[in-house]
């Protein structure tokens, strides 16, 4: 990652990370943005990395859409560009991922803090103290000399036993180390959020989400000194809501369709901001409850769990066998992991196997263990293109018959290790997750597709 140079970059806002994982950042990020919101300030958070679940906990909290900053599927200008179109006139909260100096690359320049750099935003760090005290502070000394270029707001000290526990902590910053402190939040399980197989619980999936973001702002604005974290950002009080918004395209619009409920729910916003740019009106609908729309031009199916809710896709018998018909009627899909899940025959879990679309013939079944995690590196057999995409899925699929794959895996492991991607008629389903970029342009291909089939149908 490059510096940014003397790049036009907002600087109202805050980099938030931890000298580890799991050590609280998405329960302090999301309590600041609501805290934030109480004030009136505009608020606009984002997250680094390939990660879906934490962004819905964060837009939950500010009541915008959180975007994703990540610099394995984004080129620096890209990333710069995202942050730059959502962040005027708004505090900008960005959350880390595990660690500050953590990255895929040796050198840490993809990495929290070159983040940080490149955005030119301080870092509120969070440390969660259990089992230590004075070490916290030589724990903050060696992270802060180990890059002198990354700037720090200051530290909030995180899951604090007692009173005594805080106390030993707070000498020793004082007597050691160069450094804010901020906040000092006591041990609660009033912000706890349950962890599953892929992290964090997804927000759509807990009625009581609302009420945690709520108490993760009760304890930031009792115990982190509120005014001094908002003292520089006055000037991210009265947005123009109008300027953040898309641009739309005149003419007739291409109506998609975006399967968008507890069983799936996994889209990058920017990418929904680039359809919507392009004159694409979204048609939000649910392959859990609702009947499948007539007069759509094209069909997304994100990510998602749709084994915590194979029962009640397996009920709507409707929307399954219509969109069955639609596709072989030459329907453009773009189903990405629970996407393709449910496109495939059915769904065998513990309890039961579970009739899903049937478009593949093929079974899902689900495993302990993730079959892929991480990053990934695509090369297209079509024309030798290659694509970076991520993926985290804990099933694996047994097709009746071999199809024909649409990428050689150079790094992942897709369906088969070796392979992934599958296409029925206009239906293109993988386990990778795509993001729309100079390197990705999946919404090119999407739209492309639906150009060609609007005119084979006049």
Known sequence: ?????????????????????????TAVTMGLARAAQRRKLTVQTFKKGPDYIDPLWLGAASGRGCYNLDPWLQ?????????NKASPGALS?????MGLHDGLQSDGSDSNAAIARLLKLPVILVV??????????????GIQQFDSQVRYAGVI???LRSDRHAHKIRTALRDHCDIKLLGEIPEADSIHIEEKQLGLMPAPELNRYSRQIDNAADLISANCDLADIFSNTETATAADEASLSATVVRGKKIRVGVAQDEAFHFYYQDDLDTLRERGVELIVLSPLRDKFPDNLDGLLIGGGF???????????????????????????VHAECGGLMYLCRSLILDDGVFDMVGVFDADVT????????????LRHLHDDS??????????????????????????????????????FANTYASYAHFRHTRASPWIDGLMDRIKQQNNRHG
């Open 1 to 25: 990652m490059t510096d940014a140079g003397d790049a036009d970059v907002a600087t109202s806002g805050y980099l938030i990370s931890a000298p580890w994982r799991s050590s609280g950042k």
């Open 75 to 83: 080129a620096d200008d890209e990333l710069l560009t995202t942050f």
């Open 93 to 97: 909260l960005v959350e880390g991922t």
């Open 128 to 141: 969660d103290c259990r089992g230590m005290h004075r070490t916290v502070a030589a724990l903050i000394n």
């Open 157 to 159: 000290l995180n899951r």
């Open 306 to 332: 749709p084994e915590r809710y194979a029962e009640a896709l397996m009920q709507n018998r409707f929307f399954r066998e219509s969109l069955s018909t639609a596709i072989h009627s030459g329907l453009v």
């Open 366 to 377: 689900m495993c302990e263990k993730p079959q892929g995690r991480g990053y990934m590196k």
């Open 386 to 423: 290659a694509i970076a995409a991520h993926e985290f899925h804990h099933s694996s699929i047994s097709f009746d018959q071999p199809l024909p794959y649409t990428y050689a895996v150079e790094r992942g492991y897709g369906i088969d290790g070796e392979h992934d991607g599958v296409i």
